[in-house]
């Protein structure tokens, strides 16, 4: 089982920047995790949707349109933690952000219903 902690949401203005950790802790007695890992957003009455993700065994990164060259996903191994970077944040970034463990081929690295275990959110609110 893994279980994920999400951190470092905040009040920003439209243009400025957030860093969102993700602190990982996994209890099996199998091989480093080394799977996908997901950064999902969620909007007020919207439903739950991904923009990021990332393969912790290589660097790999996966990133949806509306983001691109404004997140960046990245791991801090020896912290067990994930981070997403958040600049040029714009109001309609404002939402809750989950990070994703356990995604199962055969998904979207961004579809909610291709990951099991899920942190309690961090909240991250862009005015204008």
């Known amino acids: 089982q893994v279980q994920l902690a999400e951190s470092g949401g905040g009040s920003v203005q439209a243009g400025g920047s957030l860093r969102l950790s993700c602190a990982v802790s996994?209890?099996?007695?199998?091989?480093?995790?080394?799977?996908?890992f997901g950064w999902f957003h969620q909007a007020p009455g919207k439903e739950r949707e991904g923009v990021a993700a990332?393969?912790?065994?290589?660097?790999?990164?996966y990133y949806e349109d509306f983001v691109k060259g404004r997140f960046t996903v990245s791991q801090d191994n020896a912290r067990n933690t994930l981070y997403l970077q958040m600049d040029n944040l714009k109001i309609e970034d404002t939402g809750m952000y989950y990070c994703?463990?356990?995604?199962?081929?055969?998904?979207?690295?961004?579809?909610?219903?291709?990951?099991?275990?899920w942190g309690q959110g961090t909240q991250v609110t862009v005015s204008s």
């Open positions: 994703a463990a356990g995604h199962r081929r055969g998904y979207s690295l961004v579809m909610r219903q291709g990951y099991t275990y």
């Open positions: 990332i393969k912790t065994g290589d660097g790999r990164t």
């Open positions: 996994t209890y099996s007695d199998s091989s480093t995790y080394t799977g996908w």
